[in-house]
Every structure is written in structure tokens, then in C-alpha cells.
């Protein structure tokens, strides 16, 4: 681990039965890093985020988050350690207010009736402060995905997972959410990490990235180097 990395992932392998999903994975996210982890599908990225959050266990390796070794800790330890997730497809409830989906978030807070992360996550996203009463089902599909970022902002994180938040969104929209998660980082200081398989647009936005192949890590670096490197992009990245 580097001094400055906030999450560090030491060889981290994960089965489903005999279909091993994750191989001696490592990765190091400095704090305020905004990281992309790519790679094609069922090239383990979903497993590799829900492994880190302790929906699934590691059978080998090490997670440290904040120096701590979190590798066995339920997915609520997990949450109130400060590391959060927003599932592929944001996992918003549609029969619920934007409001109450908001809430949710908050749940393993002790402090969770405090207005004041409420009022800063509303202040994040102007397009739910109109819709505050209506259901989640009304809301687009960049909307949603706002939900569910500011969902996973009311844990108060100090780390944001995202399993492609793209899914799903016109390339616009997409656009505007990278940009967003871009704008979040620099101003609160969140550590964010970006599953995509638009590794295009993902590079574009990131400071480092991952490719992931088969469960291993088959190339790492800055991401507009890994934009440049023609090899990586042709063999992983399929642009
Ligand atoms: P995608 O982009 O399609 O979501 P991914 O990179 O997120 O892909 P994973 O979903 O982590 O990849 O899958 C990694 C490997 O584990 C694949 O071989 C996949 O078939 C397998 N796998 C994933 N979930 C399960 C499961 N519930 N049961 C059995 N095998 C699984």
C-alpha cells in the first residue's frame, strides 16, 4: 500500500463455484483519486465491487480501506467505514419519492435525521429539487442515476463505487454524469472509482485507470496514457 492510497486491493481472487471470477487482483485509489476500472464483460468488474463492499466473499487477498483491513466486514461495517456503492442500474425504488429514496442512504447513520447532508446532496443535483415529492418512476434515466449517486452520498462516504453508471444513457447524458462525478471529486474531496465498459468516455474523465481481463489486471497507468496506447485500446478496450 502507498502511503497516500485510501483503498488498496492486495491480490484479490473471488470464485462462484468453479468459475473464478477475480485472480490476484490489486489496486491502489489514492484519496480524491478518480479512478476507472474497464474491461469487457465478464471481465470481473461488477464481482471485483461486490466483493470490495462484502456482498461477496474473497476466497484469497486483502482489502485495506483507511489502513483498515475490511476484507471479512459485513456490507453495513462496510458502509459506515465510509465506502459506498451504487449498484449497475442505480437500484432505485420506483414506487418511492426522490425524497424518500434520498433517506434510504442515511439508514446506517446514527445521525440520520441531521438535515444538513440532506440539504448539501439536494444542493448537488438542481433537477431532483423540483421532483422532491414525486416517485423515482417519473425521473429519466440520467435523473435516476443522480438519485442514486445522491443516494450513496447520504452514507456521508469517503469513497463512491459505481457500477456503470452509464448504462443505458444517451451519450449526452452520460457525458453529463462523468462530468458530474468529475465535479464532485474536486469539490468535496470524494475518492471516486468508475466501473465502465465506455472506456472511452470513462478515460476521458479519469486520472488512472484499470483493465480488467479475465479476472487479472492486464494494464494500468494514467488514463490518457492508457487513451494513447493503441495495443491496450485494441486488444481490451475495443476502440
Ligand atoms: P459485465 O460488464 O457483463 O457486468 P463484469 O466485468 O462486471 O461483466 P462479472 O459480472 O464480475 O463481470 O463476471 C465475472 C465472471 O463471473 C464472468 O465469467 C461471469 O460469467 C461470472 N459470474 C458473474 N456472476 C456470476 C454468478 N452469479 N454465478 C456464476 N458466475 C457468475
Redesign the pocket.
Known amino acids: 500500500m502507498t502511503a497516500e492510497s485510501l483503498l488498496s486491493v492486495q491480490g484479490l481472487s473471488a470464485s ?2 468453479a ?1 473464478r ?1 477475480l485472480d490476484g487482483v490489486s489496486l491502489d485509489i489514492p484519496e480524491r483519486g478518480l479512478c476507472a476500472v474497464l ?1 469487457a ?8 465491487l461486490r466483493t470490495l463492499t462484502g456482498l461477496h466473499r474473497a476466497s484469497a487477498g486483502k482489502v485495506l480501506f483507511a489502513g483498515e483491513d475490511i476484507t471479512r466486514l459485513p456490507t453495513e461495517k462496510v458502509i459506515t467505514r465510509g465506502l459506498a456503492h451504487v449498484p ?1 442500474g442505480g437500484g432505485v425504488i420506483v414506487e418511492l419519492t426522490v425524497e424518500e429514496n434520498l433517506r434510504l442512504g442515511a439508514l446506517w447513520r446514527s445521525d440520520r435525521r441531521d438535515r444538513t447532508t440532506f440539504d448539501e446532496v439536494m444542493d448537488l443535483f438542481p433537477p431532483l429539487v423540483e421532483r422532491r415529492n414525486k416517485t423515482a418512476s417519473t425521473l429519466s434515466g440520467g435523473e435516476r442515476q443522480m438519485l442514486a449517486i445522491g443516494r450513496a452520498l447520504m452514507a456521508r462516504p469517503k469513497a463512491l463505487l459505481l457500477d ?1 453508471p452509464s448504462l443505458g444513457l444517451a451519450p449526452l447524458v452520460t457525458k453529463q454524469i462523468f462530468t458530474l462525478l468529475r465535479d464532485l471529486r474536486d469539490r468535496t474531496g470524494l475518492t471516486v472509482v468508475l466501473v465502465e ?1 465506455n472506456a472511452a468516455g470513462a478515460l476521458s474523465v479519469t486520472d488512472h485507470g484499470y483493465v ?1 481481463n479475465q ?1 487479472s489486471v492486464a494494464a494500468e497507468g494514467p488514463s490518457d496514457g492508457l487513451l494513447a496506447d493503441d495495443r491496450t485500446r485494441h486488444a481490451y478496450l475495443g476502440f
Open positions: 462462484y463455484g468459475v471470477a474491461g464483460n465478464g471481465a470481473g468488474k461488477t464481482t471485483l449497475e456503470e465498459q480488467l479476472g
